[in-house]
């Protein structure tokens, strides 16, 4: 899904677009908070998740967009460095929000802060156009990646808690990828992986948070 957001991101308007994404996160973490069941919670988190990832797509390129060329990569840098923290004190904000006035209110918190994002977007950002449609073909694209991360994570995971059969799931992953990298849509991603500039950033990325889950 975040390679179709990103390319989505490159053609729509940003203020329309951070408008539509932080109303659905909103939304979709409120009927999470109110969810009777955890068949709805699931779902409602599925969505949830969905729109935080071309949120997580959207606020590097607006960063890029709000200031010159020669700092992009600071700017840029440095609204990626949230992500981290907040996934370091999440779970102590989280727990105390939870004892304090219970579960829902860790999603219901989301909304004044995505309200907030929305007016500073519409004071910032110009209304451009319409926002266009996904085409298609990007369906095959989020349906082989999105169902490799799902086989890999679900298999690691049930394999260390249910069964170590599971982790056959993590190997149906691999199909997948390779089904993704015959698509058309794929040879940009392939050729920008491979160049000998971004080898070097994107392991060390991996070393990154690979650390900093394993402190989690």
Do not use: K
């Amino acid at each position: 899904l975040g390679l179709c957001a990103g390319r989505w991101i490159d053609v729509a308007d940003p203020r329309r677009a951070l408008r539509f994404t932080s109303a659905g996160f909103a939304g979709s973490s409120v009927a999470a908070g109110l969810a009777p069941a955890i068949g709805w919670l699931v779902a409602a988190r599925v969505v949830q998740g969905g729109f935080a990832v071309v949120l997580l797509g959207l606020a590097p390129a607006l960063a890029g967009l709000a200031v010159a060329p020669q700092v992009r990569g600071r700017a840029i840098g440095l609204v990626m460095l949230f992500g981290p923290i907040g996934g370091m004190a999440g779970p102590v904000v989280g727990g105390q929000i939870v004892e304090s006035v219970g579960w829902p209110w860790i999603f219901h918190v989301n909304v004044p802060i995505a309200a907030a994002v929305v007016a500073a977007g519409a004071r910032q950002l110009p209304l451009g156009p319409r926002l266009p449609r996904p085409p298609r073909a990007w369906l095959a694209e989020a349906a082989t990646l999105g169902g490799a991360a799902v086989a890999l994570l679900l298999g690691l995971s049930l394999g260390v808690d249910v069964s170590p059969a599971w982790l056959l799931l993590a190997v149906g992953a691999v199909p997948l990828v390779v089904a993704w990298a015959r698509l058309p849509a794929s040879a940009a991603v392939r050729r920008v992986v491979a160049a000998p500039a971004v080898a070097g950033p994107h392991v060390a990325l991996l070393a990154t948070y690979a650390a900093l889950f394993t402190l989690m």
